[in-house]
């Protein structure tokens, strides 16, 4: 365990490198024929995984229609992200994560977005057009939503390495993207704090 010291400086400067290339990063686009509604978002049938719980271990498809399951990535820190494209919470919270997967790595860390009941050509028109977004998408017609009781977006887990659900956040502010940066600067190895932030080829 790093010093408290050391994980004190690790969390600004995480915090402050990922909300730098948040602001860096090029606008987030929705697919212009998105028409979804929140409501698609608020189907749900259990009560919601929580922090210390094991959570469902099913995701659904990439986009290359390979299953992608969290015990995939056991010994990495996982972030599963529920979003859509007419949420704008979410337009800004995806470019934060992308800026998170590019600097620390995929061998650390994999943030998986999760697009919650829209068209799959509102889906699709979103993936082409924001190309620079480092982010493992799946479009979900609201199975795994169901098994994370989601009721809104966006909603995100943090899932720790040895695959159990660590932070839950609902929403999207300032606030949220501080705490979620300290939150993640605690879970990550001191010697993936102490790398420069990567830069995405």
Same mark, same amino acid.
């Given at each position: =365990? $790093?010093?408290?010291?050391?994980?004190?400086?690790?969390?600004?400067?995480?915090?402050?490198?990922?909300?730098?290339?948040?602001?860096?990063?090029?606008?987030?686009?929705?697919?212009?024929?998105?028409?979804?509604?929140?409501?698609?978002?608020? $189907?749900?049938?259990?009560?919601?995984?929580?922090?210390?719980?094991?959570?469902?271990?099913?995701?659904?498809?990439?986009?290359?229609?390979?299953?992608?399951?969290?015990?995939?990535?056991?010994?990495?820190?996982?972030?599963?992200?529920?979003?859509?494209?007419?949420?704008?919470?979410?337009?800004?919270?995806?470019?934060?994560?992308?800026?998170?997967?590019?600097?620390?790595?995929?061998?650390? *860390?994999?943030?998986?977005?999760?697009?919650?009941?829209?068209?799959?050509?509102?889906?699709?028109?979103?993936?082409?057009?924001?190309?620079?977004?480092?982010?493992?998408?799946?479009?979900?017609?609201?199975?795994?939503?169901?098994?994370?009781?989601?009721?809104?977006?966006?909603?995100?887990?943090?899932?720790?390495?040895?695959?159990?659900?660590?932070?839950?956040?609902?929403?999207?502010?300032?606030? =949220?993207?501080?705490?979620?940066?300290?939150?993640?600067?605690? *879970?990550?190895?001191?010697?993936? *704090?102490?790398?420069?932030?990567?830069?995405?080829?």
């Amino acid at each position: =365990m $790093a010093p408290k010291r050391f994980r004190s400086k690790a969390r600004t400067l995480l915090s402050g490198w990922l909300i730098a290339a948040c602001a860096l990063t090029a606008p987030v686009f929705a697919a212009e024929s998105a028409v979804a509604t929140p409501a698609a978002a608020r $189907a749900s049938t259990s009560s919601q995984p929580r922090p210390g719980e094991t959570p469902p271990d099913f995701l659904g498809l990439d986009l290359a229609g390979k299953p992608v399951k969290v015990s995939d990535h056991r010994g990495k820190l996982v972030v599963v992200s529920f979003w859509a494209s007419w949420c704008a919470p979410c337009l800004r919270e995806l470019p934060l994560l992308s800026a998170l997967q590019t600097g620390v790595g995929r061998e650390h *860390l994999q943030v998986i977005a999760i697009n919650l009941n829209e068209p799959r050509r509102d889906f699709d028109e979103f993936v082409r057009r924001n190309p620079e977004l480092d982010l493992t998408y799946i479009r979900d017609p609201g199975t795994a939503a169901r098994y994370y009781a989601v009721k809104a977006v966006p909603n995100l887990f943090v899932i720790d390495q040895k695959g159990v659900i660590a932070k839950v956040h609902s929403g999207y502010s300032a606030k =949220m993207v501080k705490q979620f940066a300290k939150e993640v600067a605690d *879970l990550l190895p001191p010697e993936v *704090l102490r790398q420069p932030a990567r830069k995405r080829d």
